[in-house]
């Protein structure tokens, strides 16, 4: 039986360990971006502790976006130079997309850089946010917020895998659907990722 991790235990493993690589296979479709220049990203892998057990947060993006629209996916975006560090970028989107202000997320711990199709290297941030937020929706970027709990985000058994092939090369996908939520794509490559990393340290 999955026994989803508590906030110290997430603390702990994201802390002290360096987190697992992504998934080779889901990677290949891309190995021809290597090459290319990379715009830098981050996103935030939002942790909330509620009465029965810590969610995560998602958002759902605007339909008439260019890069992956309509997608489930973390609050994030592109960095900017007046960042500084895309650890502040990672806050600062999340605050311009849902309203969320720094003050009310702690970061606690950072995966690899992940490559995407839309020629982005994004690197995600573990944070817990205050079980107190208020979203406060740019619906120029996102649709909408949801949560889904931490026993169905970490457990193997509710990600799916497949593998297509394209150019006689085989590409692994994940995915999670959960109550008409499909989480897919760099998301749940993402995911895939965080839980074996915390397979790993138990």
Same mark, same amino acid.
């Given at each position: ?6 906030? +110290? ?14 998934? !080779? ?11 290319? *220049? ?7 892998? &939002? ?13 759902? !993006? ?13 609050? &994030?975006?592109?960095? @900017? ?34 490559? *995407? ?5 994004? *690197? ?16 120029? @970027?996102?649709?909408?917020?949801? @949560?889904?709990?931490? @026993? ?15 150019? +006689?090369?085989?590409? !692994? ?11 897919? &794509?760099?998301?749940? +490559? ?10 790993? +340290?138990?």
């Amino acid at each position: 039986m999955h026994i989803p991790p508590s906030r +110290q235990q997430l603390i702990q493993r994201f802390s002290l360990q360096q987190p697992a690589a992504y998934h !080779r296979e889901s990677l290949k479709r891309l190995d021809h971006l290597q090459d290319q *220049t990379l715009r830098k990203a981050a996103v935030l892998i &939002g942790f909330v502790e509620r009465e029965n057990g810590l969610n995560v947060l998602f958002t759902k !993006r605007a339909a008439h976006l260019k890069h992956h629209p309509g997608q489930v996916s973390f609050p &994030g975006g592109k960095y @900017e130079l007046e960042d500084g560090s895309l650890r502040a970028t990672a806050l600062r989107e999340t605050h311009e997309e849902i309203g969320v202000f720094a003050q009310q997320i702690e970061i606690f711990g950072q995966m690899p850089e992940l490559p *995407t199709i839309s020629q982005f290297s994004v *690197t995600p941030y573990l944070a817990f946010i205050d079980a107190n937020y208020f979203a406060e929706i740019d619906h120029n @970027e996102v649709e909408s917020v949801f @949560e889904v709990p931490v @026993e169905i985000v970490l457990d193997p058994k509710h990600l799916y895998s497949d593998t297509f092939c394209v150019k +006689q090369q085989h590409h !692994r996908v994940f995915a999670i659907n959960y109550q008409g939520q499909f989480i897919w &794509g760099m998301t749940a +490559q993402i995911i895939h990722a965080l839980q074996n990393h915390i397979m790993h +340290q138990c």
